[in-house]
């Protein structure tokens, strides 16, 4: 196999034996984004089609997802930082109902490696709980994950809640329940901030550094 292939190997089999080597490997031609969006993502995607397929249970994604996580927790300390001032501070969560957050802490982990305070309320975060979070932390922005199709529609009610509750700071929209379809429009017409969709992470921080000059 590859390196590549190798590095796609390690989240498919769920297995870490000789990760750490070939992620350093990985770093002599590859920057560390790169290798999560490239090669791990690539297996992470293959993982989803197996379980799809039935082909993989509930506790074998699972050991995939801590494959990942360690993949990450490897590769952080090398990313770059950006030296600057705090640009403003966001605030994370993935929907009630969902568990997944991969996708999230690596969207905290790039967002605040450039320049933002962020505060992650976590996974199944209801939106009772993100508005009291809000009115405790007064953040710029918030962000909202999900990956379920149901999480879409959880995306609606929180951002109505919100607004409901006189919020208006920018949302941020995020995870593979979404696609560039999910525009203020299909997501909250009403709601009186912007609502934007994120395809990734690099693409949530362009957006918070527009939002923020
Ligand atoms: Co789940 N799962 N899962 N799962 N899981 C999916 C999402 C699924 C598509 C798999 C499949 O069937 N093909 C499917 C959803 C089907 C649907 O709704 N249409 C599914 C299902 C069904 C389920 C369960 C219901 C299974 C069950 O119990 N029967 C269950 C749900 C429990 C619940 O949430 N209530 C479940 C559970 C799990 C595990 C716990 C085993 C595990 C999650 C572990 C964890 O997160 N701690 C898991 C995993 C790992 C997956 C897949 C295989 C991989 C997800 C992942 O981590 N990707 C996933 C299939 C897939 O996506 N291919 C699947 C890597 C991660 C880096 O990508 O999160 O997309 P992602 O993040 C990206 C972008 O989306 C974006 O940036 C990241 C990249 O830079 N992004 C944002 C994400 N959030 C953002 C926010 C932003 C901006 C960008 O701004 C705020």
Redesign the pocket.
């Known amino acids: 196999l590859t390196l590549e292939e190798r590095l796609a190997s390690y989240v498919v089999e769920g297995t870490k034996e000789g990760l750490a080597a070939d992620l350093n490997e990985a770093m002599n031609t590859y920057a560390p ?1 790169d290798i ?2 490239g090669p ?2 690539t297996g ?2 293959e ?3 197996l ?2 397929n039935n082909e993989l249970i ?2 074998e ?2 050991q ?2 801590e494959v ?2 360690a993949s ?1 927790s490897h590769l952080e300390p090398f990313m770059e930082k950006a030296d600057s001032a705090v640009k403003g501070t ?1 605030m ?1 969560a ?1 929907v009630k ?11 905290e982990i ?1 967002l605040s490696n450039n320049g933002y305070k962020i505060i992650n309320l976590g ?2 975060v209801p939106p009772d709980q993100i508005i009291e979070a809000f009115r405790r932390e007064k953040p710029d922005a ?10 879409a529609q959880q995306m609606v009610i929180t951002a109505q809640d919100l607004k409901n509750a006189g919020i208006d700071v920018p949302i ?7 696609t560039r379809k999910f525009t203020k429009t299909r997501i909250a017409p009403e709601y009186e901030g912007v609502v934007l ?8 921080l362009d ?1 918070a550094n527009k939002l923020s000059d």
């Open positions: 984004l999560i969006n791990l993502m992470m995607a993982v989803g089609r379980f799809n509930v506790a994604v699972l995939s997802a990942m996580k990450v966001i994370l993935t109902g969902d568990v997944h957050d991969i996708g999230k802490n690596l969207v790039i996974i199944k918030i962000g909202l994950s999900g990956l379920l199709v149901k999480s941020l929209v995020g995870g593979a329940a979404l969709y994120a395809k990734d992470a690099m693409d949530g957006i």
